[in-house]
């Protein structure tokens, strides 16, 4: 079926350092990729998204680049704070005759001050 | 600040009850969305609908699990009879229509059945 690998599973950077997270997807009918930040206890949220007609996005210390063709998309966190520890969620949407989304894994990045 | 509000916060239940999450999508979304979290699973999709019209529910166990909107204010799922394995966070999300695709997630119930 079709599916969403991410890695790295868990991600431990020093206060200030980047931090970078990359997604594969299967899905060749997949043309949302957003991403999703989720703290202890609490929902997803969205921390920015991309669409298929574009190739990079960039919101402050967050950007997120998008491959087509090698079915890639990536999340960078730059000059990173105690307060981006969380779990990070990429997810693929095809939204063709239908709608469907599928979640990475999930990956646990920790901040150290 | 517009928010997806789900009740119960937390669940505890014996096996065999049955259990009715609720979820109350953020006013002017059309679409609602039901998530199940476990650590062996991750975030599965369940269900979905639109304008109050379920849409797809092949996420979900039909034998147990049920999927309603009886309102446009108010989406459930209930759990019937409740087994141990449905243990999980359930989340709730809506969202302003398909084509934008963008969701917003509840906080989530946590759902425990002894």
């Known amino acids: 079926g079709e599916n969403v690998e991410q890695h790295p599973s868990t991600l431990s950077v020093q206060e200030g350092d980047s931090a970078v997270i990359k997604c594969t997807y299967s899905d060749s009918a997949s043309n949302y990729f957003p991403w999703y930040k989720q703290e202890l206890g609490k929902g997803p949220q969205l921390i920015i998204d991309?669409?298929?007609?574009?190739g990079e996005k960039k919101d402050q210390r967050i950007a997120v680049t998008l491959n087509k063709t090698a079915k890639h998309f990536s999340l960078h966190i730059t000059e990173t704070q105690p307060e981006d520890s969380a779990v990070y969620f990429c997810?693929?949407?095809?939204?063709?005759?239908?709608?469907?989304?599928?979640f990475g894994a999930g990956t646990r990045l920790f901040v150290k001050a | 600040d517009a928010r997806v509000t789900q009740t119960p916060r937390h669940k505890v239940t014996e096996m065999g009850q049955e259990v009715t999450m609720r979820c109350q999508p953020i006013l002017g979304h059309n679409t609602v969305f039901w998530y199940r979290q476990t650590m062996m699973q991750g975030l599965e999709l369940l269900a979905y609908?639109?304008?109050?019209?379920?849409?797809?529910d092949s996420g979900m166990p039909k034998d147990r699990f049920s999927a309603e909107m009886p309102d446009a204010t108010l989406a459930t799922l209930k759990i019937q009879p409740s087994e141990p394995r449905d243990s999980a966070v359930y989340f709730c999300a809506s969202g302003r229509d398909l084509k934008t695709d963008t969701q917003y997630f509840g906080p989530g119930t946590r759902l425990t059945v002894l």
């Open positions: 997810a693929a949407t095809a939204n063709t005759g239908g709608f469907k989304t599928i």
């Open positions: 991309i669409r298929s007609n574009v």
């Open positions: 609908f639109r304008n109050r019209a379920p849409l797809d």
